[in-house]
């Protein structure tokens, strides 16, 4: 069993795409996160150290998203599924990596991707 802890709307700013304009320019990608662990020891404790401190989490990944220019969004929403399953409390996460501002000749109001990653047991 997990509980689920959502962080969702997290503005970033990064070079990510596979055009040179989107490289050299930027710009916003939105961030949203579902973190699957057990809360109970926390409820119980009232310990910040008992869950996992979101504060922190959110710095880990806006960096990530800011750093090291990538062409595709599935690339960065792994590199952010990596990120959030550093924190040992973490059993799963969903990331949706929403591109806005995408290159596309239309009308839209989002592009985006969503993965869910489980933690993989260590022999």
């Known amino acids: 069993m997990s509980d689920e802890l959502a962080i969702t709307g997290l503005e970033c700013f990064g070079h990510h795409g ?3 304009f989107e490289r050299r320019d930027g710009q916003v990608f939105v961030i949203d996160l579902v973190l699957g662990l057990d809360t109970r020891p926390a409820a119980a404790s009232d310990d ?3 869950t996992v401190h979101y504060g922190t ?3 880990a ?3 990530a998203v800011e750093r090291d220019p990538v062409d595709l969004i599935e690339t960065l929403a792994q590199r ?3 990120v959030c399953l550093l924190e040992h ?3 799963w996460v969903r990331v949706t990596v929403h591109k806005p501002d995408a290159p ?3 009308t839209f109001s989002d592009v985006a991707l969503t993965i869910t990653r489980k933690r993989t047991l260590q022999p």
Do not use: P, Q, T, W
């Open 18 to 20: 596979v055009f040179d």
């Open 48 to 50: 910040l150290h008992e």
């Open 57 to 59: 989490l959110v710095e």
């Open 61 to 63: 990944v806006k960096a």
């Open 80 to 82: 952010v599924a990596n």
């Open 89 to 91: 409390r973490v059993e």
């Open 104 to 106: 596309i000749d239309a």
